[in-house]
């Protein structure tokens, strides 16, 4: 197919490193797992530690249905005029946190509930032990390379 706008994306693999560093950058991801068994998003407002996404559910929140089960998480960040952005995604086995101590300690995490009403108390958290992601630049096609900063 001929390019019509004189603009061609180019579409780089992230390391690890830069995947998890991406997913600092920002406060909200998206949550997909299964709510009585159909496929659901939610999106969730996260912290991240050296090697989990920390988030707090509400003790009615359908969200309570992801412990226990295999969850994708993703975050996403791109320029409005949509020359760049980038995605990560972590897949894991999704668990709530009930350890006193390590309760305490994530708790301690500015960890605010994204939409107002009852108190996200519980603590759940992903492994970051499957993270991938892309970042997508598009360029004027003939023109060098250009670098996101």
């Known amino acids: 197919m001929e390019q019509t706008t004189g603009r061609t994306p180019r579409v780089t693999s992230l390391g690890r490193e830069e995947c998890v560093a991406l997913l600092a950058s920002v406060a909200i991801g998206r949550l997909a797992l299964t709510i009585n068994a159909l496929p659901a998003i939610r999106c969730v407002k996260f912290e991240l530690t050296a090697d989990h996404v920390v988030f707090r559910v509400a003790p009615t929140s359908t969200l309570r249905q992801a412990a226990a089960g295999v969850v994708a998480f993703q975050a996403d960040d791109y320029d409005p005029s949509g020359m760049h952005g ?60 250009a670098r996101l900063t």
Do not use: H, K, M
Not at 89 to 105: F, K, N, R, S
Not at 122 to 135: A, K, M
């Open 86 to 145: 980038w995605w990560v995604q972590v897949i894991g086995l999704c668990e709530e946190v009930t350890d006193p101590l390590l309760l305490a300690d994530l708790r301690s995490l500015p960890l605010e509930p994204w939409a107002l009403g009852e108190r996200a108390d519980n603590v759940f958290r992903v492994p970051l032990s499957s993270v991938t992601g892309v970042r997508v630049l598009w360029q004027d096609v003939g023109r060098p390379e």
